[in-house]
């Protein structure tokens, strides 16, 4: 996880490009976060403790909200690229990732975040509704 927060990109002007360098990131986000459904599903803690399962519960909250037949690897893949996609507008509106905590960069993200927030309505709530995780 640590390798992918702290990931440092080069300069890019073209779609093309910033999809070769993006793409191994998510699938390295996609993985880590199928390894952590996979270490909770062994946990001996009860299905509804969040503090010991968060990817159990916000893949639950997914289902329950979105998804409702996405299996595992479909919530990875769109946890990957949603979270990916996210940080990377986070950092085009200067937003500081270090050291803060996904539900923090959320949180900074307000209606009045300047080019991205006058295109969308939306408030970027998957991210401030993360595990307080610290990035970087």
Same mark, same amino acid.
């Given at each position: 996880?640590?390798?992918?927060?702290?990931?440092?990109?080069?300069?890019?002007?073209?779609?093309?490009?910033?999809?070769?360098?993006?793409?191994?990131?998510?699938?390295?986000?996609?993985?880590?976060?199928?390894? !952590?459904?996979?270490?909770? &599903?062994?946990?001996? =803690?009860?299905?509804? $403790? *969040?503090?010991?399962? @968060?990817?159990?519960?916000?893949?639950?909250?997914?289902?329950?909200?979105?998804?409702?037949?996405?299996?595992?690897?479909?919530?990875?893949?769109?946890?990957? !690229?949603?979270?990916?996609? &996210?940080?990377?507008? =986070?950092?085009?509106? $200067? *937003?500081?990732?270090? @050291?803060?905590?996904?539900?923090?960069?959320?949180?900074?993200?307000?209606?009045?975040?300047?080019?991205?927030?006058?295109?969308?309505?939306?408030?970027?709530?998957?991210?401030?509704?993360?595990?307080?995780?610290?990035?970087?």
């Amino acid at each position: 996880m640590k390798q992918f927060l702290r990931w440092s990109p080069p300069k890019i002007t073209q779609v093309a490009r910033l999809v070769q360098h993006i793409a191994p990131l998510c699938r390295l986000l996609r993985s880590t976060v199928m390894e !952590q459904l996979d270490f909770e &599903a062994r946990s001996s =803690a009860p299905d509804d $403790d *969040i503090r010991a399962r @968060p990817f159990t519960g916000l893949k639950n909250d997914w289902r329950r909200l979105l998804f409702p037949s996405a299996d595992n690897a479909t919530f990875a893949d769109g946890y990957a !690229q949603t979270v990916t996609f &996210a940080l990377l507008l =986070a950092r085009t509106e $200067d *937003i500081p990732l270090a @050291p803060n905590s996904f539900h923090e960069i959320g949180r900074r993200w307000t209606p009045t975040t300047p080019s991205w927030a006058k295109r969308s309505s939306c408030r970027p709530l998957l991210l401030s509704s993360l595990p307080a995780r610290r990035v970087g």
